[in-house]
């Protein structure tokens, strides 16, 4: 029974009316919640199970059998005696055995065995894989919300201050103190700005249903990234010790070498199928015939146990291991090459998070002195136009370009931490406690 997810959630749901849903609620209500996460789970516990019948291979078999039959003899001697009479009798038989096989020397199920229990370490690899990405999707989807969010809140806010504007140009129009041009520049940019607006509650509507898909979670109060996020560089601040990380530690690669080592294994199996075997065969059984069938009356009972060894040799299978072989070397020439374009996206994928991680942080700098100045440039150019030294158009612009600028700032700080999050997930060390370390950048918003 499913009762703790369902509890979990039931859980959440409650405590996200009381408090802010942040980066760690999400993750483990996705969890709880998405169904590919819930299947890779799955497919890591049937795993398991590879090792346990490896090691099958190499222990005894033991099998019981079981016998009923209904017989008839019908025998007429050309010239019937007393010792050699004319037969005519049936009855039923009936029957059991045991019989247990040990391998003694069989090469080939030692390295089957050692097959199995790597596809239990690939099992393993996969749900890794598998929980990296859940983190990842739920931590773009999480940030999609809250630039989505963002932007609906800047285009309301920047409709308000252009609105004001539009209302200004048409007093002063009025009057006698502005022309016609300040009105209609006022009026367009006022227009177009419900145009955005709109754009932006329908790119809303559809990143919070994409949250909900994922996380079973209402989006409407999420903690947001807090304005003071110290943004640092890399550490190390070296790219080669990054790519050489992601070399021995991206579970994606790790994962595609040992699938590598699994396929190889084909190749060995196939070469000793022609070589002997020789295994441990013991067995024990009992046969009884009943009255009718017997000799003297009553019932007949033949019990038999056997020991011994037996030995096989394949000599020709048709044709059919030689292919198998052929087969398998090219299938491990194709999964050596999907591990070097494993490699090589691995190395790229780190490459950029490592340069987002960089860039990010310089960017969130910049972007916030860009802010401080956009607003004194702004409200310079209110000032400006008040006097008379500047015109409706250039409000109207500098209005624009402060919006832009904290809308950027808003989107460089979730691309920075989400490069945070996919430069450890190169290196196979994204974990829950990585993501609690990025969750300490949000904070909750009533």
């Known amino acids: 029974m499913k009762l703790k997810p369902i509890f979990f959630l039931l859980a959440v749901t409650l405590a996200g009316s009381v408090q802010a849903v942040d980066l760690i609620d999400a993750w483990r209500a996705a969890q709880a919640y998405d169904a590919n996460f819930s299947a890779a789970k799955s497919a890591q516990i049937a795993g398991q199970e590879k090792a346990?019948?490896?090691?099958?291979?190499?222990?005894?078999?033991?099998?019981?059998?079981?016998?009923?039959?209904?017989?008839?003899?019908?025998?007429?001697?050309?010239?019937?005696?007393?010792?050699?009479?004319?037969?005519?009798?049936?009855?039923?038989?009936?029957?059991?055995?045991?019989?247990?096989?040990q391998p003694i020397y069989r090469q080939d199920a030692f390295v089957a065995a050692d097959q199995l229990s790597k596809q239990t370490e690939l099992a393993d690899l996969q749900f890794r894989v598998a929980e990296q990405n859940l983190i990842l999707r739920v931590a773009?989807?999480?940030?999609?919300?809250?630039?989505?969010?963002?932007?609906?809140?800047?285009?309301?806010?920047?409709?308000?201050?252009?609105?004001?504007?539009?209302?200004?140009?048409?007093?002063?129009?009025?009057?006698?103190?502005?022309?016609?041009?300040?009105?209609?520049?006022?009026?367009?940019?006022?227009?177009?700005?419900?145009?955005?607006?709109?754009?932006?509650?329908?790119?809303?509507?559809?990143?919070?249903?994409?949250?909900?898909?994922?996380?079973?979670?209402?989006?409407?109060?999420?903690?947001?990234?807090?304005?003071?996020?110290e943004a640092t560089l890399p550490v190390p601040n070296d790219l080669n010790e990054w790519q050489a990380r992601t070399?021995?530690?991206?579970?994606?690669?790790?994962?595609?070498?040992?699938?590598?080592?699994?396929?190889?294994?084909?190749?060995?199996?196939?070469?000793?199928?022609?070589?002997?075997?020789?295994?441990?065969?013991?067995?024990?059984?009992?046969?009884?015939?009943?009255?009718?069938?017997?000799?003297?009356?009553?019932?007949?009972?033949?019990?038999?146990?056997?020991?011994?060894?037996?030995?096989?040799?394949?000599?020709?299978?048709?044709?059919?291991?030689?292919?198998?072989?052929?087969?398998?070397?090219?299938?491990?020439?194709?999964?050596?090459?999907?591990?070097?374009?494993?490699?090589?996206?691995?190395?790229?994928?780190?490459?950029?998070?490592?340069?987002?991680?960089?860039?990010?942080?310089?960017?969130?700098?910049?972007l916030q002195q860009a802010l401080v100045s956009s607003k004194s440039l702004l409200d310079s150019t209110k000032l400006g136009h008040e006097v008379g030294v500047s015109t409706m158009l250039d409000v109207l612009d500098a209005n624009q370009r402060y919006y832009e600028t904290r809308f950027r700032l808003v989107v460089a700080k979730y691309n920075y931490i989400f490069s945070t999050l996919q430069l450890a997930a190169s290196t196979g060390v994204l974990n829950e406690q990585v993501l609690q370390h990025a969750n300490q950048w949000f904070v909750a918003t009533r």
């Open 52 to 101: 346990i019948q490896g090691r099958s291979l190499l222990l005894p078999q033991v099998g019981l059998g079981a016998n009923l039959n209904h017989a008839r003899i019908d025998s007429s001697p050309g010239n019937p005696t007393p010792t050699n009479p004319q037969v005519d009798k049936s009855g039923q038989t009936y029957g059991f055995s045991v019989r247990l096989t």
């Open 140 to 229: 773009q989807s999480y940030f999609d919300v809250l630039t989505a969010q963002e932007n609906v809140v800047l285009s309301a806010a920047q409709r308000e201050s252009v609105a004001q504007q539009l209302a200004q140009a048409k007093r002063s129009f009025d009057v006698g103190s502005a022309n016609i041009n300040d009105v209609n520049a006022a009026q367009a940019r006022y227009d177009g700005i419900i145009a955005t607006e709109i754009i932006a509650a329908n790119e809303l509507d559809i990143r919070q249903n994409a949250f909900r898909l994922l996380t079973n979670l209402n989006s409407d109060q999420l903690a947001t990234a807090a304005n003071n996020i």
């Open 247 to 366: 070399e021995t530690g991206s579970f994606e690669l790790l994962a595609q070498r040992l699938n590598l080592d699994i396929v190889a294994k084909n190749i060995q199996l196939y070469r000793l199928q022609d070589t002997p075997t020789l295994d441990l065969v013991a067995s024990y059984g009992q046969n009884f015939d009943s009255n009718g069938l017997a000799r003297n009356g009553g019932t007949d009972r033949l019990g038999t146990g056997v020991i011994g060894l037996q030995f096989s040799v394949p000599l020709y299978t048709g044709g059919r291991r030689s292919s198998q072989l052929r087969e398998s070397l090219a299938n491990r020439d194709q999964q050596m090459d999907r591990v070097e374009a494993t490699r090589r996206d691995a190395l790229q994928t780190n490459k950029q998070a490592f340069l987002g991680v960089s860039a990010g942080a310089a960017q969130i700098r910049a």
